[in-house]
């Protein structure tokens, strides 16, 4: 075990750094005074025949590259981290090593077995074109794209929400410490046409240098046959699609769970199912919230402000998915709630995006969820009856 877990972690970079074995390094966990900065991501490029790392850093709504040598590399990871960044990754050939920080700035260094098998190619031009190409045959079979190539003018929401959902998902990656090894098993409930999810087959196949299993469930038959034929004309053999609802469709443990406007409280649902099947990410878009709001009692101080409906009803949508975060913190999980998409598209735009804590001595807490169930009157949420019942996590 290294003395100190900083300085441990420095000179493993050092190490890589020296002796070509970097193949991926992340940054993650943004301190509040980050600048807007959401994380930064590190990869070796080849420039002018010179070996350089190109270093991406991520804001909300861009991002920025530049080069560096490793010099400047290694100077620059070790300002950064603990202080703007409270988690990193040393992606390698031989080890994984992991730097987090907990809420009281104490360090804790951890090496697992290799995610990755094979450097990156050095081209320079990768970044642009890593996520995914416009070029891609599904694109064209489900519609997207027209037989040039070329984004449908009626298609181009869908184009912008399928990059934003694959930028989401390399951010939930890099988050989980790992880089989808080959056989990367992926649920997707209700998958509808399926845009999302063959990208996101075609995202993980690209980066994980294997054939992900990546399974879609949808209640409607039609959209089932529909898919598999897709997939099956395109040779994706590793995505399939199966008819039923969320409760109903075993889901042996999973790498990745995705619930994208699944209603109400098959939302919920979706959590459980990803929480019982282990899911190191789960990415939850929820909408028609109508559970809560005949159970909410307004705290006297809001009572004003909440005798409007459409007041109330906010009240009860933003309620929900903070309870639902709460549930997914006190089970074991890191939880980010974000917009996905540009509320010009839909007002369904909420991303609760949770990823399972590495073992450690800090354990979730029920007591802000139950705190805030007490504060409205709340009798019952879904989901903690669903978890309570497959997990036991607390007692009410």
């Not at 699944?262 to 899911?279: F, G, I, N, S």
Request: with cysteine; hydrophobic share 40%; charged share 25%.
């Amino acid at each position: 075990m290294d003395a100190d877990p900083v300085d441990g972690f420095g000179a493993a970079l050092a190490a890589s750094l020296a002796e070509g074995r970097l193949a991926r390094l992340t940054l993650a966990k943004a301190r509040g005074d980050g600048e807007g900065q959401t994380r930064v991501i590190v990869r070796p490029v080849e420039v002018g025949g010179r070996r350089q790392f190109a270093v991406t850093e991520r804001y909300p709504t861009r991002d920025v590259t530049c080069n560096e040598d490793a010099e400047r590399l290694l100077a620059r990871v070790r300002g950064a981290v603990g202080r703007r960044f409270l988690s990193a990754t040393l992606f390698t050939l031989d080890e994984d090593i992991h730097l987090d920080f907990n809420r009281r700035g104490q360090a804790r260094l951890t090496r697992t077995p290799p995610s990755l098998s094979a450097l990156p190619s050095p081209a320079h031009d990768r970044v642009k074109h890593r996520l995914l190409d416009v070029g891609l045959p599904f694109l064209r079979a489900l519609g997207v794209t027209d037989a040039d190539g070329k984004v449908r003018a009626s298609m181009g929401g869908k184009w912008r929400q399928i990059g934003k959902f694959i930028e989401i998902v390399d951010h939930a990656v890099a988050m989980a410490g790992r880089q989808g090894p080959p056989g990367i098993r992926v649920v997707d409930f209700g998958c509808g046409k399926g845009y999302l999810t063959f990208a996101l087959y075609e995202y993980l196949r690209a980066t994980a240098g294997g054939e992900p299993r990546v399974l879609g469930v949808e209640q409607r038959p039609d959209l089932v046959e529909f898919c598999n034929r897709v997939a099956r004309d395109l040779g994706l053999h590793g995505l399939s699609f199966v008819a039923g609802d969320i409760l109903s469709t075993p889901v042996p443990e999973a790498e990745m769970v995705v619930a994208l406007h699944a209603c109400d409280t098959a939302t919920d649902d979706a959590l459980y199912k990803a929480v019982q099947a282990r899911a190191a990410v789960i990415l939850c878009a929820p909408c028609c919230h109508k559970e809560l709001r005949p159970q909410l009692v307004a705290p006297e101080v809001l009572r004003p402000m909440l005798k409007h409906g459409i007041l109330l009803e906010r009240e009860a949508e933003l309620l929900t998915d903070g309870l639902r975060a709460l549930a997914l913190e006190a089970v074991g999980y890191h939880v980010q709630v974000f917009e996905f998409v540009s509320p010009e598209h839909t007002r369904k735009n909420t991303m609760i995006l949770a990823v399972r804590r590495r073992p450690g001595p800090e354990t979730g807490s029920w007591e802000p969820f139950l705190a805030l169930k007490r504060l409205y009157g709340l009798r019952s949420l879904r989901l903690e009856g669903l978890l309570s019942e497959g997990t036991d996590p607390h007692r009410r």
